[in-house]
């Protein structure tokens, strides 16, 4: 019965840890990644669609993206899905490919950024003091409902706060690494 509670917080916790890191690749550094398109939409004879889903994007070098579409008459609506996401890109197109340079980053953007970044964090940590919460409100239920000790439940209690400092930690880990690359010139 605790380890069920334990599991399922355990599991929310991931799913924190994973948004927390969707969050993180949806801000930009100076350097191109794919994953900075991962959260585009292409409308795609009338249904939006993942990016990924309709073409290839890659790495071209450092500080561009390339993204063939798998059939050519995407190519504009490719073009003006990347425009219109709130990445702040602006793709160019050779009627095959299209090219998609990162911006230089200013120091005030990756100021803003990495105040974007914190704030993700603060999301995280709160999503994963959520999962704490109902853990203990569950075992805190089973126990006045008799079905486990007062001990039993001091001990899941503990548990779950050692899982919490756990994930908080990453998040932490994670938001470092995110300031580090942001920062870097």
Do not use: C
Not at 76 to 86: C, L, N, Q, R, T
Not at 126 to 135: G, K, L, Q
């Amino acid at each position: 019965m605790i380890n069920e509670i334990k599991q399922d917080a355990e599991q929310r916790m991931k799913k924190s840890l994973e948004a927390l890191a969707a969050a993180f690749n949806k801000i930009r550094t100076g350097r191109a990644h794919p994953a900075i398109l991962d959260s585009v939409m292409v409308n795609y004879y009338g249904q939006e669609t993942p990016l990924r889903q309709v073409a290839n994007v890659n790495v071209e070098d450092n500080r561009t993206l390339s993204v063939a579409p798998w059939e050519k008459n995407l190519i504009g609506a490719v073009e003006k899905a990347i425009m219109m996401s709130d990445l702040g890109l602006n793709p160019s197109s050779n009627g095959e490919i299209i090219r998609v340079p990162m911006p230089m980053l200013t120091e005030e953007t990756r100021k803003e950024m990495v105040k974007q970044a914190k704030a993700d964090a603060e999301h995280g940590r709160v999503s994963i003091r959520n999962a704490r919460r109902d853990a203990n409100n569950d075992l805190k239920e089973l126990q006045k409902e008799k079905e486990i000790s007062e001990d039993d439940q001091r001990r899941g209690e503990d548990e779950i706060q050692k899982l919490t400092d756990r994930y908080i930690a990453e998040v932490e880990k994670m938001l470092k690494a995110k300031e580090e690359d942001l920062m870097e010139v």
